[in-house]
């Protein structure tokens, strides 16, 4: 640990880098929580049923797998937030990285409030929200350890970036809601659901069908946007293919999770789809924030 402080600017980006990766399976795994209706599994907090041993049943041993990978993410995140603060080669990664730290916290609070509220339906829906912010903020700690800031005077980012972020992120959220309600199996139709089914299920399987088509226009466009103007940093062209690519397959993921009644293993691969449009889309749009891609003319400050 004495070495990576020392050689805290060679070891930044492998410790972010890590991180973003870990938290990323941590939003899976989590998700596999849910879908397996694993959430409850263990009654108390920190400990599960009074003890360490995750080995109590199916449920308890999801749910502490859970938290010891929570555990993991946030020594990571604290890692990585020590290593930017002592590195001054990529001053642009301090910020993230620290409230990244903060959110950590935030989170694992949640988790525990979650637990004793029983899992209701606010608590769960703040843990998920910070979640998805935590998954935001190691992306752009990691993104920022790795490409460095073009200081300039004016707009680093046009409103299509922002516009796709937020997007990719209400995907996710309302995909969400629907596994937290337990609706899964009840619109093997496309694009409508069948007659029958209770008005809150189709509605919610409609806004989020809603979302996915408002989100393939706008993550197409700022992935064509960038490919096209872009041309500052060379992840960017592989970056803006990943989100179609990602976009493509995870709607046809759920497009066959809706008609074969949402087994849990293509519930975890479209929910693992969703996290990936959603991190590389927040990867790509760091990428163009850092260099300042949209900026109609680069003035460097200083």
């Known amino acids: 640990m004495r070495s990576m402080f020392k050689n805290a600017g060679k070891w ?7 991180c973003a990766v870990t938290v990323y399976f941590l939003i899976i795994f989590g998700s596999h929580v849910r879908v397996t209706d694993s959430g ?13 041993n995750p080995a109590q049943g199916f449920h308890a041993f999801m749910e502490q797998m859970h938290r010891y990978f929570a555990g993991l993410a946030t020594i990571l995140v604290i890692s990585t937030a020590l290593i930017a603060k002592r590195s001054r080669v990529q001053p642009a990664a301090i910020r993230p990285a620290i409230v990244t730290c903060f959110i950590i916290f935030v989170q694992v609070i949640l988790g525990a409030v979650t637990v004793y509220d029983g899992n209701g339906a606010p608590t769960v829906a703040g843990h998920l929200l910070a979640g998805l912010a935590l998954l935001g903020g190691a992306t752009v700690t990691a993104v920022g350890s790795l490409v460095p800031k073009v200081s300039v005077i004016g707009k680093r980012l046009g409103p299509i970036s922002w516009i796709a972020v937020i997007a990719a992120a209400l995907l996710y959220i309302s995909g969400s809601l629907i596994v937290n309600a337990s609706a899964e199996k009840y619109c093997a139709r496309i694009p409508f ?9 189709v ?19 700022f ?23 990602l976009l493509l397959s995870t709607a046809i993921l759920g497009i066959f999770s809706a008609l074969l009644k949402a087994p849990a293993h293509l519930q975890d691969l479209h929910l693992a789809g969703a996290a990936a449009v959603l991190s590389v889309t927040v990867a790509l ?3 163009g924030w ?11 400050v200083g």
């Open 12 to 18: 930044l980006p492998r410790v972010a880098v890590a």
């Open 203 to 221: 509605a919610l399987h409609l806004v989020h069908r809603s979302m996915v088509l408002i989100t393939f226009i706008a993550l197409i466009t």
């Open 40 to 52: 409850m599994g263990c009654p108390d907090w920190p400990l599960c049923k009074g003890s360490l």
């Open 290 to 300: 850092y260099v300042a891609a949209d900026a109609e003319k680069v003035r460097t």
């Open 193 to 201: 659901c069948p007659t029958g089914i209770p008005a809150r299920y």
């Open 285 to 287: 749009a760091s990428v």
């Open 223 to 245: 992935a064509v946007h960038a490919w096209r103007n872009w041309n500052s940093h060379r992840a960017v062209r592989p970056l803006a293919a990943s989100i179609i690519l």
